[in-house]
């Protein structure tokens, strides 16, 4: 088995894994991880079928993207070598039914749905199939997304790759134990909530303090993208980039100042704790029904 600590190299562009790829569910997450792959050339556009469950959609998928469509999620699992499975977590049971039959043991799986384990997926396949567990976000549509991935027993260092290398094509991959997604998702998985919020209090700030809305928008944005790229590109400590922004006596310190007797570090934090704790509540709730009936 792939042990967990064999982190996730950079991230992968062109790494043709020449394999076929079936998307069970595409939907926002399964259209945004097949552009990604097609994008990246992981798996050419013949070897991708898609399935869903209105035809329109599909036909508009199939053209947009050159690839093959199914209504019937059965075909699209034949001949896959990687099945993910991008269904909203209440509709992964009846999907798994509809596929099991079909289903090789060779055939690696790959779930998106929040909080189903992969205890409970591999009992409602009833088969011994290697089982990837992974909490992408929304920034994948941009192919910025943070993406971590757990590994069932059967996964091979093979299978941890493949699965590494198409969430790699939609942004960056963390390898973790399975019980760690709750934390990612209150982190990564509804982060992008808290940064919506504090962007929007930045262009309120703005306008507040007499720019216009547009003005205030284009720079709150560009702040917030341009701080995470230089925390991400330096490998600096952001309590040390902060140091560097804060000149003794003026704005920042001052406004840093008011930030913390406001508590917003403890804020985020316990946002953060929150967050995953109603990830464990709410994955206990949705695991229930995926278990074999
Ligand atoms: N969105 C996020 O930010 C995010 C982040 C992390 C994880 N996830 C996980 O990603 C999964 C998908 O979320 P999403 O936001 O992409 O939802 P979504 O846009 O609703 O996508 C689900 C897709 O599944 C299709 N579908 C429904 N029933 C089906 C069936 N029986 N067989 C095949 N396809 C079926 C839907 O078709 P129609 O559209 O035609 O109904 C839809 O295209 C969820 O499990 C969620 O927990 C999402």
Redesign the pocket.
Known sequence: MFTQNEQASTRGSSKNLNRSIAI?????????LLRGILNAKIAPHDKIIA????SE?LERLASKWKIRTTLH?RDAVVNADVVM?????Y??G??ID?IKETLLESQLII??????TIEALQKRIGKKNPIVR?????A??VDEGATAVAFGDSVTEEHAQMAIAIFEAVGEVVVVEEHQLDAV?GLS?SG?AYIYMVIEALIDGGVKMGLSRDVATKLAVQTVLGSAKLVKISQLHPAILRDQVTTPGGTAINAVHELESHGLRSMLIDAVATATRRSKELSELITKPVQPQ
């Open positions: 069970i569910g595409a939907g926002n997450m399964g259209t945004s399935s869903g469950i209105h959609k999620n499975l991008c269904v909203k977590p509709t992964i009846k999907v509809e779930s998106i749905a929040a909080g189903v992974s909490m992408p976000n929304i994948s549509t998702t998985g992008p």
